[in-house]
């Protein structure tokens, strides 16, 4: 696995990262001993680079790795925006982890450079914790266009964490190109990058081939995070990180296993994919979104309706 400075950080992380969110509890809710399996196969592997969030509530899982292997990176991310959120989040992720420090630690979905300015008193405290050896770099996740430009303008953010796939679904406020145009400037700058969401929360499976070539032809990008869960997964996803050839076997495995439609706990309710849904496979009920798994052909037409991204395949 290729090793990569993540921009002018000085960390070295493995070109492909391991996003945690699937093998947690919000959606494959994997045991630990089936984690720890997971996470063995991909250090094995090399990846040392894994994200998660204050949100996944898998801190426990991750605790693996760094027993399995010390070097590991570790990023998290939170919603918080007051110092003592912060600081709260941050003590229950070293907690967890079982470590003195976080090597990232990123403000979680920023919009813009006014939301950045507006949490600015978590910023500074996370300034304050990366001076005191307790996180190594900090930044932002951003599923915006507008939060790439507005971290630009913040020498103190170090790494950026920013959606982009072939399609720019999950793109909130512009396309791919646009994204990539955003990164760009970025990488100038000396952020650290890694891209989030590479084949589109699962939508883009059906293109997975274009979608992995979309992402690994871009240089800007020091990382990207995508998630896994189960074995073959992590071995098929470092085949296509290392371009290397792919056995018949493995692609039946990955490809023939089971799949079904996630919808987030976000969900408002606006009905937009319930009308887009031709196989009358979705229904609001008690104000969310629900999928009968039954008549449910895994078509994503309903996630490109979605405008908040609450539509996953997993």
Known sequence: MKINTLGNTGIKVSRMCFGSLTIGPLQKNKTLLESREIIAIALDCGINFFD????YDNYDHLRAAIQMQQDVVIATKSYDYTAAGVRSSLNRALTELGRDYVDLYLLHEQESRKTIEGHWEAIAALIAEKQAGKVRAIGISTHRVEGVYGANLFSELDVIHPLINLTGIGIEDGTAQEMAAAIHEAKKLGKG????????????????QASFAFVLNNPDLDAIAIGVQSVNEVRYNVKKFNGEAISEDLEAAVSGAPKILHISDWCNGCGECVRRCNQQALALVDGKAQVDEKKCVLCCYCSSACKDFCIKVI
């Open 193 to 208: 990058i890694y891209a989030m969401k590479p084949l589109g929360g699962g939508n883009l499976l059906s293109r997975k």
């Open 52 to 55: 998660t969030a204050d949100l």
